[in-house]
């Protein structure tokens, strides 16, 4: 049953994303680096990035392993791990893929919140990896769900506009990145 509902959130993905209008700026750089977004917004982030080389974290709970499966089902590499269990091995996948070429992709403030509260995950991945950190906001109108992380599903026909900045170890707090980056 867990392959169907992913198969058919990969569709609904997809399908709501041709419907949208799409502000998507350059990306920022070159090269593999730590794409790090807010937990609530990475449902058209993941619509919106694919075939980009990005290797996607979920969690080893229930809903991780749908988003897992969903990811793979939309072209994105999986790692397993997060905050609460499996941060040591998940780190490590995500050093190896970035030796590989590809960039980990993780939300900042997940598993379990606050919303908006950047971890320091991505800083750490970074600063060990040497490699920049692409972060990414997402402003749209849609639905937001009733959870700790507020999870936006944008409207069909909606415009939906990303906005990247970077960061690199040294340049104050990645949290200090996003707020430079502004709210949606």
């Given at each position: 049953?867990?392959?169907?509902l992913?198969?058919?959130?990969?569709?609904?993905?997809?399908?709501?994303?041709?419907?949208?209008?799409?502000?998507l700026?350059?990306?920022?750089?070159?090269?593999?680096?730590v794409?790090?977004?807010f937990?609530?917004?990475?449902?058209?982030?993941i619509?919106?990035?694919?075939g980009?080389?990005?290797?996607?974290?979920?969690?080893?709970?229930?809903?991780?392993?749908?988003?897992a499966?969903?990811?793979?089902?939309?072209?994105?590499?999986?790692?397993?791990?997060?905050?609460?269990?499996?941060?040591?091995?998940?780190?490590?996948?995500?050093?190896?893929?970035?030796?590989?070429?590809?960039?980990?992709?993780?939300?900042?403030?997940?598993p379990?919140?606050p919303?908006?509260?950047?971890?320091?995950?991505?800083a750490?991945?970074?600063?060990?990896?040497?490699?920049?950190?692409?972060?990414?906001?997402?402003?749209?109108?849609g639905?937001?769900a009733?959870?700790?992380?507020?999870?936006?599903?944008?409207?069909?026909?909606?415009?939906?506009?990303?906005?990247y900045?970077?960061?690199?170890?040294?340049?104050?707090?990645?949290?200090?990145?996003?707020?430079?980056l502004?709210?949606?």
């Amino acid at each position: 049953m867990d392959g169907v509902l992913a198969w058919l959130l990969s569709v609904a993905v997809r399908a709501l994303a041709l419907t949208w209008r799409v502000r998507l700026p350059a990306w920022p750089v070159a090269g593999p680096c730590v794409i790090a977004f807010f937990h609530g917004e990475q449902f058209p982030m993941i619509a919106l990035h694919r075939g980009r080389g990005i290797v996607g974290m979920a969690s080893h709970s229930k809903d991780g392993a749908l988003l897992a499966a969903v990811l793979e089902r939309l072209g994105y590499g999986v790692i397993r791990g997060s905050t609460s269990r499996g941060g040591g091995e998940a780190l490590f996948a995500s050093v190896t893929a970035l030796r590989e070429g590809r960039s980990p992709a993780l939300a900042v403030d997940g598993p379990r919140g606050p919303a908006g509260r950047v971890h320091p995950g991505a800083a750490a991945l970074a600063k060990a990896a040497e490699v920049p950190v692409v972060l990414g906001r997402v402003h749209a109108a849609g639905w937001r769900a009733r959870s700790w992380d507020r999870f936006l599903v944008p409207w069909p026909f909606t415009t939906v506009e990303v906005r990247y900045a970077t960061w690199r170890p040294g340049e104050g707090t990645l949290a200090e990145a996003f707020a430079r980056l502004g709210d949606d």
